[in-house]
């Protein structure tokens, strides 16, 4: 006979068949590998979206997506996951347009659960950053449990500062950060850490935190887009709208006229008679050098042959692209200028 003072066993909760865990795993460290190894053991199956796919190398966003995949696969290998229990999502940035980061999450999932209802959603509510915890509501909400003091911004402060991250990361992701270290965009992200690091301790002493203003221009033609290759930090050789910060003794629209005329050589046909359209972006993390907000104006030269520009002191290139071109490769963006130019190109 069973002892009646003893409690009654509860019985196992059941595993769901898809449990989805999202992150910029930027890169991933020992913490996001506990959470995956506690969250394998609720779900028969792991889906790992990777955010801030397609973008330009920066010092955030260091590594492709590609890279954070292999990681991954690396260290869940070594911790003994079979390959086939972990799926994977790539998901791009869309500052400005949450419903298409949202519809992006959920088309990628769907694309592995195959119409199953079955989905969890695994995290760890922490702070603001978390508030996609709460944008799945068809999901049910599996909180995880690891606690830690890691955080991937001080991995990256650690890997480009030169201070080991052995303690950090797991063994896989420390030997592709090792092999990484050895590579050009090592070195030229390096530079823009340092150009960064520098460019936020002269504000340091702000008895404010200052917020810059710039203005932007995304100059069209015959279905072409202007644009130039960055020859400075950060974002050397990122293609970008000609722009620049605010002149303080002109307004914004001729701001932006004189800072086009200066970086391309473009005077004509006049750009103030080609104004079309004009916005305000303004995503709190749109730009590594601190706050800023630029105001961006779409000048459509209708159709004809594409004017003669030249390259300013400031940039390697200028030169018309392609629209289809320019659209289909954010990552060779800087900051948040493909946005940009997809917000009014799509806007029409």
């Not at 404010?208 to 069209?220: G, K, M, Q, W």
């Not at 104006?297 to 071109?325: A, C, K, S, Y």
Request: hydrophobic share 40%; aromatic share 10%; proline share 8%.
């Amino acid at each position: 006979m069973d002892d009646p003072a003893s409690p009654t066993p509860r019985p196992a909760r059941r595993r769901r068949t898809f449990g989805v865990y999202i992150g910029r795993f930027e890169p991933p460290h020992l913490a996001h590998l506990a959470v995956m190894q506690e969250a394998l053991q609720q779900v028969q199956k792991l889906i790992v979206v990777i955010g801030s796919a397609r973008g330009a190398r920066t010092t955030k966003n260091p590594f492709t997506y590609e890279e954070r995949q292999e990681m991954i696969s690396g260290m869940l290998r070594a911790a003994g996951v079979p390959r086939a229990r972990v799926l994977f999502v790539a998901v791009r940035d869309y500052f400005y347009n949450e419903s298409l980061w949202l519809s992006e999450v959920q088309g990628g999932v769907a694309a592995h659960t195959r119409g199953s209802s079955d989905v969890a959603l695994i995290g760890h509510v922490k702070d603001e950053s978390s508030y996609y915890l709460r944008s799945f509501p068809a999901w049910e909400f599996l909180p995880a449990h690891v606690v830690s003091p890691l955080s991937a911004t001080g991995v990256r402060r650690a890997y480009f500062e030169g201070t080991p991250t052995t303690d950090l990361v797991p063994p896989a992701v420390q030997d592709f950060l090792d092999r990484f270290r050895s590579t050009p965009d090592y070195d030229e992200l390096r530079q823009e850490y340092t150009y960064l690091a520098e460019y936020r301790a002269a504000w340091a002493a702000s008895p404010f935190p200052p917020v810059f203003v710039t203005t932007d221009a995304a100059v069209t033609r015959s279905g072409h887009v202007l644009l130039v290759r960055r020859g400075g930090q950060p974002g050397h050789g990122r293609l970008a709208m000609p722009g620049g910060f605010l002149d303080v003794n002109a307004t914004l629209l001729t701001s932006c006229i004189h800072k086009v005329r200066h970086e391309t050589g473009l005077t004509h046909p006049p750009l103030e008679q080609h104004l079309r359209a004009q916005a305000v972006f303004d995503y709190p993390d749109r730009s590594l050098r601190g706050r800023t907000i630029t105001h961006a104006f779409h000048f459509d030269l209708g159709t004809g042959q594409l004017p003669q520009v030249r390259p300013g002191p400031e940039n390697d290139q200028v030169f018309w692209m392609p629209l289809n071109e320019a659209l289909a490769q954010p990552e060779a963006f800087f900051e948040d200028h493909h946005a940009i130019i997809e917000h009014f190109v799509l806007k029409g």
